[in-house]
């Protein structure tokens, strides 16, 4: 039983000096800035929120009027459709339910000949 209780007490011993290699600081933040800064083991890290806020624009470009753009510019903003390039959208509706199964598109079946003797609707 004593040297159950002196092992115990010795592993007490061994948590307690590796709780002083491992110690965690956290300061206060400033009542103004929100940020918090924690020290593990001698290296400092920031808060990802503050981080955050620290790469946020400036509130004088946040109201700042974009750009004008030039002619080259404006084109390439505008649709693929507009631009005649492929668009899947309207390629889907060109085939109909040939889309993916043949090259050439659906079309309507074609009309029965017209009978001679018959007079015409």
Do not use: W
């Not at 933040?29 to 920031?46: D, I, L, S, T």
Request: proline share 11%; glycine share 6%; aromatic share 2%.
């Amino acid at each position: 039983m004593a040297r159950l209780f002196l092992l115990l007490l010795s592993a007490c011993a061994a948590l307690s000096a590796q709780a002083d290699e491992h110690t965690v600081v956290v300061n206060a933040a400033a009542p103004g800035k929100g940020c918090v800064e924690v020290e593990v083991n001698g290296r400092r890290a920031q808060s990802i929120s503050c981080l955050n806020e620290k790469l946020l624009p400036n509130s004088n470009n946040v109201n700042r009027q974009p750009p004008t753009l030039s002619g080259a510019e404006a084109t390439m903003q505008r649709p693929s459709n507009q631009l005649g390039l492929y668009n899947r959208a309207a390629l889907e509706h060109r085939m109909g339910n040939a889309f993916g199964k043949s090259v050439t598109p659906q079309r309507p079946a074609p009309a029965p000949p017209a009978s001679p003797l018959l007079p015409p609707r």
